[in-house]
């Protein structure tokens, strides 16, 4: 029977912090689009936005094709910096200052969204301190374990818990603020958000900008061998890029046939397609509670359970979800499709990420070398920055495809990625096996 082991000094405050800046990135994303398409094409002339003229000149875009082009800018420029940052992090300025000027940069981001003139800087900020902070922050929170991976993968839970805590409120606050009161309202908000974030971490985290918690390097029965193998570190982000291709296409594809495809009723009254993603976040903060609880039960019943090992099981549930729009795209086609495959999709999708994400997390974090935490970090950001690539490219295909191929080449992609991390689970048991 395992004791139930305290967490360590810190991790709360290091996700409340994350949760904040979560809440105002997300927050600021579930407005950006609407903000530009309404300021874009109210006649209004480019020029008066510091270098948008530029960048329309650049790209052709006018209009609505303009804020899709300067959204899409942002979100890329978001997705790649935390590969900037970490090697920053870790070769420059140290997890704590990365963290911090991370934060800075975006609370001053933010607030510089309340000037429509500064809008390009402003986003540019937010993006670069999101790179700066998010690697490092993760670091950080995997640097306050010593050896013992089981627990390390309970702190990303909470991580996790926190992150999509923050996503799940942040359009309710400040979407509803920016789009009933006024868009500077919802920015204002965001940056309050984000300062309350960075006194959070400063209330605790002050004055450690020299002595940083490193991770112990000793050997422990818990930890995974074959992850400090760069090979296996490879598979492993591949692994993930490929199994999370169908998640990232929720907001996307997947949403664009729910709002076409699904009987979206309760009764005569049709819901909002949008409904879809606040299901999805409450699906995924309750299956991080209920895997969180599982498996603190069963480690105090047989003891602590290796990390690829929850990966290799939440592979499974990400299959079985990706099966199941599979079978709603083969049974139903393109219309009158039952909401409760949606559902059942999203809900075995949330089980399998509360299982995969943490567990790879601790992964990262624990196979990183002295000194290269945040590199590490970056490198599972850069696997999620991939499953974003090739499901943007995957999308631009939904409308010429059929649906049912559209949907058989995510199942494809999911299986692909659970075949990796199942085989780094496998060759863990052989490692470990009795020689």
């Not at 959204?71 to 420059?92: C, E, K, N, Q, W």
């Not at 700066?132 to 996790?160: C, T, W």
Request: with cysteine; charged share 10%.
């Amino acid at each position: 029977m395992t004791k139930r082991v305290p967490l360590p000094k810190g991790v709360r405050s290091l996700c409340v912090t994350v949760g904040f800046e979560r809440f105002a990135y997300y927050g600021l994303q579930s407005v950006l689009a609407l903000y530009l398409a309404e300021i874009l094409s109210d006649g209004r002339d480019p020029a008066n936005i510091w270098l948008l003229d530029g960048l329309s000149r650049l790209t052709g875009a006018k209009g609505v094709a303009l804020a899709s082009v300067v959204v899409g800018s942002f979100v890329s420029l978001a997705a790649i910096a935390p590969v900037i940052g970490a090697m920053l992090a870790d070769r420059l300025i140290g997890q704590h200052r990365a963290v911090t000027a991370g934060g800075l940069l975006m609370t001053s981001g933010h607030g510089l969204l309340v000037v429509d003139a500064a809008l390009l800087p402003a986003l540019v900020a937010i993006a670069l301190g999101s790179g700066l902070f998010k690697g490092p922050a993760a670091a950080r929170l995997s640097g306050l374990y010593q050896a013992r991976d089981s627990e390390r993968v309970e702190g990303f839970r909470l991580f996790y818990i926190a992150v999509n805590l923050g996503g799940l409120l942040a359009p309710l606050v400040i979407g509803t603020a920016a789009e009933r009161i006024d868009w500077h309202a919802g920015f204002a908000l965001a940056c309050a958000a984000m300062l309350a974030g960075l006194l959070v971490y400063w209330s605790h985290f002050a004055g450690s900008t020299v002595a940083e918690p490193q991770m112990e390097r000793a050997p422990d029965p818990s930890t995974l061998p074959a992850t400090s193998n760069i090979l296996t570190i490879g598979v492993l982000g591949i692994s993930v890029a490929m199994i999370c291709v169908t998640n990232f296409q929720i907001a996307n594809a997947y949403l664009l046939w729910a709002d076409t495809g699904f009987v979206l009723s309760l009764g005569q009254w049709r819901f909002p397609a949008s409904w879809m993603i606040a299901a999805d976040g409450v699906l995924s903060l309750f299956a991080l509670g209920a895997t969180r609880i599982f498996w603190a039960r069963h480690e105090r019943r047989h003891g602590s359970t290796r990390p690829a090992t929850k990966a290799a099981i939440g592979a499974v549930f990400a299959v079985a979800g990706a099966a199941c729009i599979v079978l709603a795209a083969g049974i139903h086609g393109r219309s009158d499709v039952p909401v409760y495959w949606g559902l059942a999709f999203q809900l075995l999708n949330s089980l399998g990420l509360a299982n995969i994400l943490p567990a790879v997390m601790a992964m990262f974090g624990q196979s990183s070398a002295r000194g290269f935490a945040a590199t590490a970090m970056a490198g599972f950001y850069l696997s999620l920055f991939a499953a974003s690539l090739v499901s943007t490219a995957l999308a631009s295909q939904f409308s010429t495809l059929s649906i049912l191929v559209f949907w058989s080449a995510h199942a494809l992609c999911a299986v692909f990625g659970a075949s990796g991390l199942i085989t780094i689970w496998y060759r863990s048991r052989l490692e470990r096996a009795p020689k």
